[in-house]
T-cell receptor, first 114, second 113 residues
């Protein structure tokens, strides 16, 4: 089945380290997103991309950067991780070619910054 | 930008009862309101959505209602079952686009057998 795959699924790191979370999809969707989930805070948009040449900041982009290496790949980087970036991160995709905004989420990457 | 508020944050019901979760939004340009369900340890998945040109939409035991004038929309689950236990998120699209969603903070629904 076509899916959205995130790696790593779990990561523990130390303050100041550089971390990359990777996302790949086989759905053929053009739009990709990175969300952050904290308990009691819902899902907050970090960055989104409509194609390989288009990158946009979301609500909480400070401290994060992204790279859209191909239509199917969208990576999130934390240049210098800090403890309050400890969270569950979700990659998601959507298809601009259909009249729906449905997001398809990956399984999530749990990041702990010590 | 869009602000979506969701209530209650937790809801406990007995199996077979109905559950209602309410959301309000601030952006009058918003015209798409999806609901996502996230089971424990799983990814969020779309369960139902509504556009502003309709007032109600049903899918088996779940329904969503929209009041554009009051800027609020609600999720209704009837005949609840234990497998309905999950966190439910509402969302609205910022500026009327279908690609930039603002989510509510979620409601933890527990259905007691």
């Amino acid at each position: 089945d076509a899916d959205v795959t995130q790696t790593p699924r779990n990561r523990i790191t130390k303050t100041g380290k550089r971390i990359m979370l990777e996302c790949s999809q086989t759905k053929g969707h053009d739009r990709m997103y990175w969300y952050r989930q904290d308990p009691g805070l819902g899902l907050q948009l970090i960055y989104y991309s409509f194609d390989v040449k288009d990158i946009n900041k979301g609500e909480i982009s400070d401290g994060y950067s992204v790279s859209r290496q191909a239509q199917a790949k969208f990576s999130l980087s934390l240049e210098s991780a800090i403890p309050n970036q400890t969270a569950l991160y979700f990659c998601a995709t959507s298809d601009s070619g259909v009249n729906t905004g449905e997001l398809f989420f990956g399984e999530g990457s749990r990041l702990t910054v010590l | 930008g869009e602000n979506v508020e969701q209530h209650p944050s937790t809801l406990s019901v007995q199996e077979g009862d109905s559950a209602v979760i309410k959301c309000t939004y601030s952006d009058s340009a918003s015209n798409y309101f999806p609901w996502y369900k996230q089971e424990l340890g799983k990814r969020p998945q779309l369960i139902i959505d509504i556009r502003s040109n309709v007032g109600e939409k049903k899918d088996q035991r779940i329904a969503v209602t929209l009041n554009k004038t009051a800027k609020h929309f609600s999720l209704h689950i009837t005949e609840t079952q234990p497998e309905d236990s999950a966190v439910y998120f509402c969302a609205g699209n910022s500026g009327g686009s279908n690609y930039k969603l603002t989510f509510g903070k979620g409601t933890l629904l527990t259905v007691n057998p």
